[in-house]
């Protein structure tokens, strides 16, 4: 019992993970019609940002881990928004284009991570309350797992709240479905492709500084990696929609740590036979937004 | 208000070619300051085309060249919304009401910053959309839909409305309720229409407008047009009479 319970909390808490870059990706892609493959790169400079911050910032209290995730999504949202404004805004209805772009932005982001902290994994300081286990149904659980769990539920509610009470919010859920007709109705969609890939960035960013809490390091490939399945969990969990992102976040997470557990450690295997799975049914679907 | 000769839009050469084909070639006509001025032509003349192209939404992969002027303005070098904010309203073909949306928020997405939105005359024509305002617009009817699709064009103050099949695939009872509305519209805003129903043309066109395979055939007034049982048959395909209802084969 406790087994399992430990590994549902793990299992939420990289689905946490998975939620908090591929909710931004989903947005970018379901507005915007970019499949950015530089979105692994927000994370990366969010990553940084944060071990950066919290060797400045005392990140062996709280109050300084809070600030260096702040510090984080800042930074993954200035990288986004620098990103969209240099390199994306002139490719805009492109899409080879905008592949080729940010695949090579990709490779050339951890090359530069790489060149300017090493190759190696960079310990993340973190204060003792996060690294503290918690006994819950007998299991110990990790405490940085129910930060993980936490932060995604508030980031969930806050976008939910965004997408569902605001005008923005509107344009987004509507341009989502039929981008051209929003603009027939006199709206400039571009002005919100700024504000979405903002956001990406600030989740993807604070998804840097959680997965340093989560793994206790950052590497210059975690983004990359991460990436793969943040874009698994948006296929799966239908383009745009960020109640599905959540959903398929958060089943993907568990399904990966028992199958891991229960098969040998093929649960990455797994997972990608179900992405095969998921693109075989709706393959018709997912190839048409992609070639539109 | 309207240009020099009295014509309010005035389309002078517009062309429009998607993958290596040209979908209109040259286009060119006005629209009158006040009625409804009707664009006919059998299926696949170009009729949605030139409506797409004068609102600068290009077909796939393809291009658009021409001079749109409205009011004697030209705007063919602006944005799709920079035109509809110069007081273009338009009304889709098969209405693309976005479904997951509220009835209420497929309105309120029209709103204009700074312009009081004409919710008054949107539910006096369309008292339904007021009850219905909390409903997702894709489980409404064909016709509801319409009514949404007319009322988000409505809210704004415009100068045109650019209608495209309005009544295509209601009911007979519910094309009779849209084209009732729209000859009430048609009183305050001038219309260029886009239909197939000639039974709704002859209700409501005052000038028509003929493309045949992309090229502009005809221009006059409805009345000279289907008064010509040979030259109905000849642009449109179809014989008409003094009662005849049906849309062109």
Not at chain 1, 82 to 95: D, F, K, N, S, T
Not at chain 1, 113 to 123: E, H, I, K, L
Not at chain 2, 135 to 145: D, I, P
Request: charged share 15%; proline share 3%; aromatic share 6%.
């Amino acid at each position: 019992m406790s087994t399992l319970v430990l590994l549902t909390v793990t299992g939420l808490g990289l689905g946490a993970l998975y939620f908090l870059v591929a909710s931004g990706l989903s947005l970018v892609f379901g507005l915007a019609d970019v499949l950015n493959f530089a979105h692994g790169l927000f994370l990366s400079v969010g990553a940084y940002a944060a071990w950066w911050a919290t060797g400045r910032s005392g990140g062996t209290t709280v109050s300084g881990l809070a600030v260096a995730l702040a510090f984080g999504a800042a930074a993954g949202t200035a990288a986004a928004v620098a990103v969209e404004r240099i390199m994306i805004r002139p490719l805009y209805g492109r899409p080879a284009h905008q592949i080729l772009a940010t695949v090579g932005l990709s490779l050339a982001g951890v090359a530069a991570v790489q060149a300017a902290w090493g190759t190696d994994a960079r310990s993340f300081r973190q204060p003792a309350s996060t690294r503290n286990v918690w006994h819950i149904a007998g299991a110990a659980v990790p405490a940085n797992r129910l930060v993980l769990i936490a932060c995604a539920g508030i980031v969930l509610a806050a976008l939910a709240a965004l997408l569902r009470y605001s005008r923005f919010g509107l344009v987004v859920r509507a341009g989502v479905h039929d981008r051209e007709m929003v603009t027939a109705l006199g709206i400039d969609v571009r002005t919100s492709f700024t504000l979405v890939f903002a956001l990406a960035g600030a989740a993807a960013g604070l998804a840097g500084g959680l997965g340093g809490i989560y793994f206790g390091a950052v590497s210059p490939d975690q983004g990359s990696a991460l990436l793969i399945f943040a874009i698994i969990v948006v296929v799966v969990g239908g383009l745009g929609s960020i109640t599905g992102t959540a959903v398929a976040a958060a089943a993907i997470g568990l399904f990966q740590q028992y199958v891991n557990y229960y098969a040998l450690g093929l649960g990455d295997v797994c997972v990608i036979a179900v992405l095969a799975a998921v693109l075989l049914a709706r393959r018709e679907r997912v190839a048409g937004r992609v070639l539109a | 208000m309207s240009g020099p000769t009295g014509q309010l839009l005035c389309v002078a050469g517009l062309t429009a070619r998607a993958a290596d084909r040209t979908l209109i070639d040259a286009v060119t006509f006005d629209v009158a300051a006040a009625g409804t001025t009707v664009l006919l032509g059998r299926n696949g003349a170009g009729k949605t085309t030139t409506m797409r192209a004068i609102l600068g939404l290009a077909p796939t992969a393809g291009a658009v060249t021409g001079a749109v002027t409205l009011d004697g303005e030209p705007i063919h070098h602006l944005p799709t919304h920079a035109r509809i904010r110069r007081g273009l309203g338009y009304v889709p073909e098969d209405r693309r009401v976005f479904p997951a949306l509220t009835v209420a928020e497929n309105l309120r997405l029209a709103e204009q910053s700074g312009i009081r939105p004409r919710y008054d005359l949107v539910y006096d024509l369309f008292p339904e959309l007021s009850a219905r305002a909390g409903q997702r617009a894709g489980t409404l009817s064909g016709g509801q839909q319409q009514m949404v699709a007319i009322g988000r064009a409505l809210l704004r103050d415009n100068r045109l409305l650019l209608i495209d099949e309005p009544t295509k695939g209601l009911a007979p009872r519910v094309v009779t309720q849209v084209a009732a509305a729209l000859e009430r519209i048609a009183t305050s805003v001038p219309i260029l229409l886009v239909e197939q129903n000639l039974a709704v043309v002859r209700r409501l066109a005052g000038d028509v407008i003929v493309l045949t395979d992309g090229h502009l055939a005809y221009t006059g007034t409805t009345t000279q047009l289907l008064q010509e049982p040979g030259l109905t048959r000849s642009l449109l395909g179809v014989a008409t009479s003094a009662t005849a209802t049906g849309a062109p084969s």
